[in-house]
Nanobody, 115 residues
Framework: QVQLVESGGGLVQPGGSLRLSCLAS????????MNWYRQAPGKERELVAV???????NYAGSVKGRFTISRDNDKNMVYLQMNSLKPDDTAVYYC?????????WGQGTQVTVSS
């Protein structure tokens, strides 16, 4: 079955960087767009970045120029490089894919930006 496992979260100071990883299994990874979402306390889950099956990317306005999404089809991995982090980036970050009708989510990884 489809599984998504995120890693790489942690505590970082404002202005710092983190790289999140998501290992996917259970489907033909290279054929599907992959997404990163985040959910901050008391807020709705929001789309952060998308990477298409051919590598095209799209970003939320709040992270454009600071975050970079990428994928490695040989390793079934999707990454989110986060630079110039701000306290507002504090959230649980989730990897996501739609395979057919269902949406699949990982368990999430916590990112905390604080001094």
């Amino acid at each position: 079955q489809v599984q998504l496992v995120e890693s790489g979260g942690g505590l970082v100071q404002p202005g710092g960087s983190l790289r999140l990883s998501c290992l996917a299994s259970g489907f033909t990874f290279r054929n599907y767009a992959m997404n990163w979402y985040r959910q901050a306390p008391g807020k709705e889950r929001e789309l952060v970045a998308v990477v298409g099956s051919f590598g095209s990317t799209n970003y939320a306005g709040s992270v454009k120029g600071r975050f970079t999404i990428s994928r490695d089809n040989d390793k079934n991995m999707v990454y989110l490089q986060m630079n110039s982090l701000k306290p507002d980036d504090t959230a649980v970050y989730y990897c996501n894919v739609r395979v057919g009708l269902p949406l699949y989510w990982g368990q999430g990884t916590q990112v905390t930006v604080s001094s």
